[in-house]
């Protein structure tokens, strides 16, 4: 018998952010995921299991990194599993683990945990010189993708920032959706981003927003 387990409300939280990020209702990810919409509102708010094969559906509907979503489940914090959704860190760091184990064949056992350590300190501090190296290039170039945002474009981010579908922005600001979209869609393009999810933390690290509190 298999041992049933709940998800957890942090995954919960990542799961509504990334729906919402992607401007989609939850009656459209239920239809693409084939669940009826009461099932699929019971496993977004955690009241039903956590299955891999659930994830799994949920992040090829939003495009998101599956292997996140399978360690929020098992208790990694919602703002991580958020992070990961666009670039699939999990997912790479795990591919990239197994292509270790991979090369290393039988001799993988013999690295202990600060030959680990010490390969990921150094991955870590070079991705954080390449994050801050794209930052500072984007404030250096003010007038290419990193431009200001119009103030409207501003306020929609600021509104998924917090969480909001399209609908709902629009009905705050009394636009219609397809407004919402389009300021959405030109910020994006403005901060030389894909998504919702990049374009808020592109404009974090501009100054355009304050990050939420924890």
Known sequence: MTESTEAPRPLTSALRAIRRARGLRADEVASAMGLPLRTYRH?????????????RAFAQVTDCDYAAL???????????????ADNKAATLAIAAIEGVHATLSTTFHTLTDADLAGAFDAARRRLQERALERSRARLRQPETPGAPLTPRQLECLRWAQAGKSSTDIGAIL??????VETHLAEACARLGVRTRIQAISVAIDLGLLSPLPP
């Open 174 to 179: 009394d636009i219609s959706r397809r407004t």
């Open 43 to 55: 496993f977004e708010a955690g009241c039903s299991q956590a299955q891999p094969e659930r994830l």
């Open 70 to 84: 399978l360690l929020g489940a098992g208790g990694l914090d919602a703002a991580l599993v958020l992070a990961c």
